[in-house]
């Protein structure tokens, strides 16, 4: 499998499944068609209506989510509800003929602004409908934190879950951010985590390995 696919970052390896194998093996090469994907709903406080995208890289290796509006925050100018944002997506996957994939790794960037004594979370989960929900991948964050974020969760090839072949099976992502003020003073300052690059959107990449289908 190229390093790319495994490089990159965000998801548990905690898919387990009598779909986790074909007989076939990875394959090096993507099909050359397109993988082509499709948002079937959107909904959580993290993406409002409008607010998230999908694009598919050319070589079929990845495909991004992006989003333009995912902050949570505490403290001055805060809402109680702010401090934990959301967002659930469901997405209508096409692959090529003959093919099947399987998420083998997720990107996730961000920017925190931590206050002493405050703390960050970024939860995700996934699966594909029909299947039991992964238990979350989590990573915590703590004040004093000011600067970009990124995470990393990789599943190995083993533990690979494939898409059925033959069928069609939305794929669901499930992100949560969480901010608490912990010790720090919420009248006084805020504290907040976004999905957020540092060209102002919410990219968050996910690499795709690929097998045959049997015939």
Known sequence: MPAGLLAGAAIAALFTSPMSAYGHTVIVNPPPDKMVIEIATVNGSGCPLNTAAVAVSPDNTAFTVTYS?????VGVG??????????QLNLIVHVPQGFTYAIASADYRGYAHLEDGATG????????????????S??????????????T??????SLVWAPCGEQRNFNINTELR????????SKTTSYMTMDS?????KTVYHVAWKECPK
């Open 121 to 136: 979370q970024e939860k995700a989960s996934y699966y594909f409908q029909g299947q039991s929900q992964t238990v979350p």
């Open 198 to 202: 540092t060209d102002g959107d919410l």
């Open 179 to 186: 901010v608490n003020a912990g010790t720090s003073d919420p």
């Open 138 to 151: 989590a990573h915590d964050f703590k004040g004093v934190y000011a600067d970009n974020w990124q995470v």
């Open 78 to 87: 805060s809402k109680p509800t702010d401090n934990r944002k959301n967002c």
């Open 153 to 158: 969760d990789k599943v190995d090839v083993a």
């Open 69 to 73: 509006d995912y902050l949570a925050q």
